[in-house]
């Protein structure tokens, strides 16, 4: 059985920083490209950040350019995204999501709140 398990998230002050990870279970972690989405209520669920299975391609959403890193470590099963100078508008709930071709597996989400 599948499982990514999401952690770090947080109330955290404009400007802050913050850090989620995303710990995978039940697959073949290298085989498998790693993503972080969001979403608000009411909201379509957005792309925020991928990671290719071979740790070097990367892409992030316009958005976050200059403030969001993603970065993985395979020895851990493990996938981070290092959130720097949050802003009110990155209020959501994040997601990990892993993907292979045509499949794809999802975490339950974890809060994140940027508020004074």
């Known amino acids: 059985q599948v499982q990514l398990v999401e952690s770090g998230g947080d109330l955290v002050q404009p400007g802050g920083s913050l850090g989620l990870s995303c710990v995978a279970s039940g697959l073949t972690f290298n085989d498998y490209g790693m993503n972080w989405f969001r979403q608000g209520l009411g909201t379509e669920r957005e792309f925020v950040a991928g990671i290719a299975n071979d740790g070097i391609g990367i892409s992030r959403a316009e958005s976050v350019k200059g403030r969001f890193t993603i970065s993985r470590d395979d020895a851990k099963n493990t996938v981070f995204l290092q959130m720097n100078n949050l802003k009110p508008a990155d209020t959501d709930i994040y997601f990990c999501?892993?993907?292979?071709?045509?499949?794809?597996?999802w975490g339950q989400g974890i809060p994140v709140t940027v508020s004074s």
């Open positions: 999501n892993a993907r292979k071709g045509f499949t794809e597996f």
